[in-house]
T-cell receptor, first 113, second 110 residues
Framework: DVKVTQSSRYLVKRTGEKVFLECVQDMDHENMFWYRQDPGLGLRLIYFSYDVKMKEKGDIPEGYSVSREKKERFSLILESASTNQTSMYLC????????????FGDGTRLSIL | SQKIEQNSEALNIQEGKTATLTCNYT??????LQWYRQDPGRGPVFLLLIRENEKEKRKERLKVTFDTTLKQSLFHITASQPADSATYLCALAAGNQFYFGTGTSLTVIP
């Protein structure tokens, strides 16, 4: 089974801090994704990557950046955390192109105080 | 941008009945549509994919339909069980973006 592991289940940070969320997948998937999930808004795509060192903006990239130095690892960076970035963050991976199922981690619940 | 609507935020049904969830989309004609299940505190889990040239897809007690004219997919769970209680999400790819609906929370009452 595909395993997508997110480094933390819960994280509390302060406004203005630089925050790193890490995601690792163990199935050699080409594609990796970062979403945030908020009540009433559902899952929204922040960034995705189809290859090492490659990134594409999703629907809501503002305030975020990503890094993919190795195929199995995709990091989401909040450059200067703000309270409106308090959310559940979900990482996913998939093989091939966009018609393939995505495999999700269990999420990081991030609170910015 | 793509908009995906799922019929209701919450749906309660009696055990043994068929649950029907709706997913409507606009602004694009996707080649396929996916359905996921999400349990509290967990990430979504893929259930089914249906392509635009497939009118219907089945997997055990699950059935998905895809009407590209109506821009709608229906997700059915037959002989529902309390263990089917979860949030169900539909999703589609538009260009190189991936969009999820907000989900429908299903509760199956024993």
């Amino acid at each position: 089974d595909v395993k997508v592991t997110q480094s933390s289940r819960y994280l509390v940070k302060r406004t203005g801090e630089k925050v790193f969320l890490e995601c690792v997948q163990d199935m050699d998937h080409e594609n990796m994704f970062w979403y945030r999930q908020d009540p009433g808004l559902g899952l929204r795509l922040i960034y995705f990557s189809y290859d090492v060192k490659m990134k594409e903006k999703g629907d809501i990239p503002e305030g975020y950046s990503v890094s993919r130095e190795k195929k199995e690892r995709f990091s989401l960076i909040l450059e200067s955390a703000s309270t409106n970035q308090t959310s559940m963050y979900l990482c996913a991976s998939s093989t091939g192109y966009s018609n393939q199922p995505q495999h999700f981690g269990d999420g990081t619940r991030l609170s910015i105080l | 941008s793509q908009k995906i609507e799922q019929n209701s935020e919450a749906l309660n049904i009696q055990e043994g009945k068929t649950a029907t969830l709706t997913c409507n989309y606009t602004n694009y004609s996707p080649a396929y549509l996916q359905w996921y299940r999400q349990d509290p505190g967990r990430g979504p889990v893929f259930l089914l994919l249906i392509r635009e040239n497939e009118k219907e897809k089945r997997k055990e007690r699950l059935k998905v339909t895809f009407d590209t004219t109506l821009k709608q997919s229906l997700f059915h769970i037959t002989a529902s069980q309390p263990a089917d209680s979860a949030t169900y999400l539909c999703a589609l790819a538009a260009g190189n973006q991936f969009y999820f609906g907000t989900g429908t929370s299903l509760t199956v009452i024993p």
